[in-house]
């Protein structure tokens, strides 16, 4: 069975791991500020924060923006519930946005079209890789880049580590931040709202001669990265470019070897990093069953979250999420697939289903 996703660990993801391991710091060390700064560096972002997952990351967005009952929040339902989960937590009004056929992200004028006045922020989603871009809307913009690793837009960027994205630190996220003021509430959030930097300059002391060397003013969690994932994440961005070209190269040769093929529309955008494959077809159901004949797993990856009870389980009235809604399936694409895989499984496609 060729798979659709398999964790991709290098082996000096492991050496590295282990050597922390070892070592007397396997929590929040000097590993986790080596791995913000070599993030930092290499996508020449300012202020990073890392923590223990994605969602974490989400969910200090939201923190930051303070969202809660009143708000409202313009996102789209065609995104991992991950991403909407938080919101409906806080009491946020949720206003769905359609899609752009063409990339499956939120569409820039539907968002337009419905903001209000008490519409405090906009979540984009980068879907399977591909960039939104929903521009200048005049409130906050939450970019969730979970599956989109090196695409920084909006004023809150939100990546993911987890198993089998571009780069995996076991699981744990990044938020990427575009004010000081909300990287240093971000970095005491993390952690209980204390402040490290202090607490190691008080040499992990709270009391000196009987006075409290430092205080809490800020309601804190226990989202935090730990020195063995950071270990994991700063070898896995020295593969980041050889993950990308190698990534790049099969989405290329799918689309160049599915190009003409009657009922098949590829989804793909100016800015793609490559996460899925994607595809529109017609009559889905026969095709996921004769690719699965042939060893080939198929995956939608994605259900749209306001068919969820928990959002109302009612599809909402957005005509292109509508539309594209029992076409839309993804192949197999990473780095444990080879080019001979996409052969095989584009010579099964043209066959017929």
């Given at each position: 069975m060729i798979k659709m996703f398999q964790p991709y660990v290098p082996e000096?993801?492991?050496?590295?791991?282990?050597?922390?391991?070892?070592?007397?710091?396997?929590?929040?060390?000097?590993?986790?500020?080596?791995?913000?700064?070599?993030?930092?560096?290499?996508?020449?972002?300012?202020?990073?924060?890392?923590?223990?997952?994605?969602?974490?990351?989400?969910?200090?967005?939201?923190?930051?923006?303070?969202?809660?009952?009143?708000?409202?929040?313009?996102?789209?339902?065609?995104?991992?519930?991950?991403t909407n989960i938080p919101l409906i937590r806080r009491g946020v009004d949720v206003v769905w946005a359609d899609i752009l056929e063409d990339t499956l992200c939120i569409d820039p004028d539907d968002v337009r079209r419905k903001i209000t006045p008490r519409t405090k922020a906009v979540v984009q989603i980068h879907l399977g890789g591909v960039g939104a871009d929903v521009g200048d809307v005049g409130v906050p913009v939450v970019s969730d880049a979970c599956q989109a690793l090196g695409i920084f837009?909006?004023?809150?960027?939100?990546?993911?580590?987890?198993?089998?994205?571009?780069?995996?630190?076991?699981?744990?996220?990044?938020?990427?931040?575009?004010?000081?003021?909300?990287?240093?509430?971000?970095?005491?959030?993390?952690?209980?709202g204390i402040d490290r930097e202090r607490k190691i300059a008080n040499d992990w002391m709270s009391y000196r001669t009987r006075m409290m060397s430092f205080d809490i003013d800020v309601l804190g969690y226990k989202?935090?990265?730990?020195?063995?994932?950071?270990?994991?994440?700063?070898?896995?961005?020295?593969?980041?470019?050889?993950?990308?070209?190698?990534?790049?190269?099969?989405?290329?040769?799918?689309?160049?070897?599915?190009?003409?093929?009657?009922?098949?529309?590829?989804?793909?955008?100016?800015?793609?990093?490559?996460?899925?494959?994607?595809?529109?077809?017609?009559?889905?159901?026969?095709?996921?069953?004769?690719?699965?004949?042939?060893?080939?797993?198929?995956?939608?990856?994605?259900v749209r979250n306001d068919t969820y009870d928990i959002?109302?389980?009612?599809?909402?009235?957005?005509?292109?999420?509508?539309?594209?809604?029992?076409?839309y399936i993804s192949l197999p694409i990473g780095m444990h697939i080879e080019e001979d895989d996409v052969r095989y499984i584009c010579r099964a496609i043209k066959k017929g289903w």
């Open positions: 000096e993801a492991v050496k590295s791991a282990m050597e922390t391991l070892r070592s007397p710091m396997i929590a929040q060390g000097p590993k986790v500020d080596l791995f913000e700064k070599k993030f930092a560096e290499m996508f020449s972002v300012k202020y990073p924060v890392s923590v223990n997952s994605g969602t974490a990351a989400l969910e200090t967005a939201y923190d930051l923006l303070e969202l809660g009952s009143g708000d409202e929040v313009i996102t789209t339902p065609f995104t991992c519930s991950a837009k909006g004023d809150y960027t939100c990546c993911s580590f987890q198993a089998i994205k571009h780069i995996t630190t076991g699981d744990g996220g990044m938020i990427v931040l575009s004010d000081e003021d909300d990287y240093g509430k971000a970095k005491l959030m993390r952690w209980f989202r935090h990265m730990n020195d063995i994932s950071a270990a994991m994440g700063i070898a896995g961005l020295e593969q980041y470019i050889k993950i990308i070209r190698h990534r790049k190269g099969l989405f290329d040769l799918y689309k160049e070897l599915l190009n003409g093929v009657d009922g098949i529309k590829v989804i793909d955008g100016k800015n793609n990093v490559y996460w899925l494959f994607t595809i529109l077809v017609e009559r889905r159901d026969d095709f996921a069953k004769m690719l699965f004949e042939y060893g080939v797993e198929t995956n939608l990856v994605q959002f109302g389980g009612k599809a909402a009235d957005l005509p292109v999420l509508n539309k594209i809604e029992g076409k």
